[in-house]
């Protein structure tokens, strides 16, 4: 009996565990400054008191007790370490950057949103904020903005990219943490050989792409990031776009959603044609390139250009990682018939849920402020502040700052409705197999206009939202 | 004996207890009721982890509703409308192209696993027949012909997509520079991706064949050979009557692991070619995975994973049968 007793309080006390176990945290406390959470069609309709972040101070004994914590997402490259490296610096918070897998970002990002828990601020790709404010998931910050952050000294469309939601209502929900915008590449002591200057069209630069694949002086002309594939995320789409609107083309009519005859133009087609020729000049195989294999072609020596990011530059300027580091030169992605260039980048938004509302406020406050801005330029990020931009300490930081300074006067961003992630599926599928020639760029430009076009019809029957 | 042990029982119960002896007091914790308690803590977590989950997600898959476009709402049933957009009994155009894009991706699903699970069977089963004697460094041998399987699958990719990289992979350098034959880009043309899938996962699982079987033949009595000597029965007479009939049960059992688990396949997909090019190497789970958590439609993958599952239990029911029938026959 007595071992029946001791088997009876054991089984009580695993139980007891594992209801404790299995009860997670404390219950979730309601926001502080929004109340509620703000309705998908009028995002604006409860607004959390984002202006004055501070007013209810906590008393001096309490805010000596413990400071709030506050997390952030991103995608695991070298600005998420070193906003983390930056943040170490925020005293009146402990901050915890979050940097998932690329892959995984959108999933985390918005699954936490759906658990209405996980991240205080969220760093979101430009294209999500729709998604994210008509879904309620992020705070309005327009008065916020108004009231503590210099918006006359941003670049236009990055304030407008990175946070505003409908485009040209001047309601932001984020602001620009981390700009960014492609760059050209090139080895200048092979550049220097064969005479060359850096190609001021896209034109110009398959010219010299096609010189270098059929020299000796190197094996490859020009490679990008091609993928595809659904775990490159944007890649293939940012690389073309580009072209597409150098060349005179457009994705389609942000005005009437309209896609088909837009996006299948004769421009495009020229665009389209055109990546296919200047991807024959690279590597054998590299249409499934990403990221990692572009840094690679050009640091091992195997190519000659490349179009990429400038948040990948730190990777070529490293010369325990980059083979080719001293020998390589950084310039502005050439233009054609117009000069345009994708813009890439990130807005902070705070979620919706956060528990620390005030505390998130404040550290958007300290970390776009202009001496932080100007820490980070020092540690590698891209300031979207016109000052930040002209100062010396940002031009001198690395050797690609003063083409990004010139490049991001250029940019350009495509679509931020809700339905971004399935318009981007055919765009990225269809748009690979025809600069790798196995499909017709006519037919794969038909198709995603097709598809993009039922998209969006279903998405707005009665048209464009107003 | 027994009653000595009752009697020391008895005194303990009036040492320790109240009012009441312990065995009174306890009288409702009764053997069955003990081991109920003893099992409830294993029961409660098979409930929350596997058996909720479970039951939740087949109620899902009769809504469509959206972990994230429906987050703090309760799923509304729509009855088998999910099912029907699965099975392209959809209405509007975005519900047809699921309909076509499921059928497809069942199409490459077959695509992979018929191939990888004849070659492994083929090849396993031809390693055992090799190794199914007795000469120096076997076990060697065996212990390094093993190591594949002990791989994680998200690493076999990997080391796959170096290999078969069209410019610097050691298969195209092997096939081009010492062979002479063209480049082979097997992670980018549309015909040809689903064939890396495969050797990657025959080169991992093909081991498993070989050990199932090798199993298989070790279990063969030897006295049947003898007999079979005597007779001066032939090789292939051997192989065809004794070996095979044998072995078949156990060949099926591995088939229809390998089947099973090839129709699952996920991770190698997602590193080796991400799906691509042009979605020709997505197969059933990848495009679960793509439904669920990239386009979060909730309700609908739910319905697709329950299809999956009903055509896995289908397949497999197939293949026990064919084993019993074989067992039966023995």
């Known amino acids: ?466 | 004996m027994v009653n000595s042990g009752l009697t020391q029982n008895n005194q303990l119960d009036k040492e320790h207890s109240g009012d009441k002896p312990l065995r009174v007091r306890f009288r409702w914790l009764t053997d069955n009721r003990m081991s109920f308690l003893f099992l409830s803590p294993t029961m409660l977590l098979l409930l929350f982890i596997a058996i909720f989950p479970l039951i939740w997600s087949l109620r899902l898959s009769f809504t469509d509703w959206s972990v994230i476009g429906d987050a703090g709402k309760i799923p509304e049933p729509v009855g088998f409308h999910s099912y029907g957009t699965a099975l392209g009994l959809g209405e509007t155009r975005t519900e047809k192209r699921v309909g076509v894009e499921v059928a497809e991706r069942f199409a490459i699903t077959g695509q992979f696993v018929l191939p990888t699970v004849i070659i492994e069977l083929l090849l396993g089963f031809g390693l055992a027949m090799l190794l199914n004697r007795k000469f120096l460094g076997r076990g060697l041998l065996m212990t390094v012909m093993l190591i594949p399987m002990m791989l994680t699958p998200v690493i076999v990719a990997l080391y796959w997509k170096y290999m078969l990289r069209t410019d610097i992979g050691v298969i195209n350098y092997l096939i081009h520079d010492i062979f002479g034959g063209p480049r082979i880009d097997w992670l980018n043309q549309i015909k040809i991706a689903i064939w890396a899938l495969v050797l990657a996962d025959v080169w991992m699982w093909t081991p498993f064949m070989m050990l199932i079987s090798l199993a298989g033949l070790s279990a063969v009595p030897k006295y049947l050979y003898e007999a079979a000597d005597v007779d001066q029965a032939s090789a292939w007479f051997k192989f065809r009557h004794i070996t095979l009939p044998m072995v078949t049960p156990l060949l099926l059992i591995a088939v229809l692991f390998r089947t099973m688990d090839a129709y699952r396949l996920f991770d190698q997909a997602w590193v080796l070619t991400g799906g691509g090019p042009g979605g020709s190497t997505e197969v059933m789970s990848f495009y679960l995975y793509l439904v669920a958590f990239k386009d979060f439609e909730t309700g609908l993958a739910s319905a697709i994973g329950y299809i999956m599952l009903i055509v896995i239990i289908a397949l497999a029911n197939l293949l026990i049968r064919k084993i019993n029938e074989i067992a039966d026959e023995g």
């Open chain 1, 1 to 466: 009996m007595h071992k029946r007793l001791f088997w009876l309080i054991t089984c009580l006390l695993v139980l007891t565990m594992v209801a404790v176990g299995c009860g997670g945290g404390a219950t979730p406390v309601p926001q502080q400054p929004p109340a509620e959470e703000p309705k998908a069609e009028e995002p604006k309709a409860e607004e959390p008191k984002a202006e004055e972040p501070k007013a209810e101070e906590p008393k001096a004994e309490e805010a000596m007790e413990e400071k709030p914590d506050l997390t952030i997402i991103w995608f695991a490259w070298q600005p998420c370490e070193a906003l983390g490296e930056l943040s170490a610096q925020y005293e009146a918070a402990n901050v915890t950057v979050n940097c998932v897998p690329i892959s995984e970002w959108y999933n985390t990002t918005f699954t936490d949103f759906a658990a209405q828990g996980g991240a205080d601020l969220v760093i979101m790709d430009s294209q999500w904020i729709g998604e994210a404010v008509v879904g309620g998931h992020v705070m309005d910050l327009t008065d916020f903005m108004a009231a503590n952050i210099e918006v006359d000294d941003y670049v236009p469309a990055a304030l407008s990219a990175y946070g505003e939601y409908p485009p040209g209502s001047q309601n932001y929900y984020g602001v620009a943490i981390e700009g960014d915008t492609q760059m050209l590449v090139y080895r200048k002591d092979l550049f220097e050989e064969a005479g060359f200057a850096p190609p001021q069209t896209w034109t110009e630069l398959l010219e010299q792409a096609q010189f270098f694949k059929d020299s000796d002086l190197i094996e490859n002309g020009y490679t990008t990031f091609w993928c595809g594939d659904v775990a490159c995320y944007d890649q293939m789409a940012t690389v073309w776009n580009q072209m597409a609107w150098s060349f005179g083309g457009a994705l389609w009519d942000p005005n009437t959603y309209q896609v088909d005859g837009v996006l299948n133009s004769p421009e495009n087609l020229a665009a389209l044609e055109f990546a296919a020729e200047l991807f024959k000049t690279g590597p054998e195989g590299s249409a499934n390139f990403s990221f990692d294999q572009t840094v690679g072609a050009v640091c091992s020596g195997s190519t000659a250009m490349t179009t990429i990011w400038f948040g990948f530059g730190a990777a070529f300027i490293d010369p325990d990682g980059c083979a080719e580091s001293g020998n390589l030169a950084f310039g502005v992605v050439p233009g054609e018939k117009e000069h345009v260039i994708s813009l890439g980048g990130m807005g902070l938004s705070v979620s919706s849920y956060t528990k620390n509302p005030d505390a998130a406020l404040d550290y958007i406050k300290w970390v776009e402020s202009e001496d932080i801005q100007l820490e980070w330029a020092k540690l590698g990020g891209f300031s979207a502040r016109k000052s930040i931009l002209a100062s010396d300490t940002f031009i001198n930081a690395t050797p690609y700052n003063p083409a990004f300074a010139e490049s991001y006067l250029l940019v350009k961003d495509f679509w931020n409705v809700p339905e971004y992630a399935a318009l981007l599926e055919p765009q990225m599928k269809y748009l690979n197999l025809a600069v790798s020639g196995q499909m017709d760029p006519q037919e794969a430009l038909d198709e995603i206009a097709i598809e993009q076009q039922e998209i969006l019809d279903e998405a707005y029957p009665g048209g464009p939202p107003q």
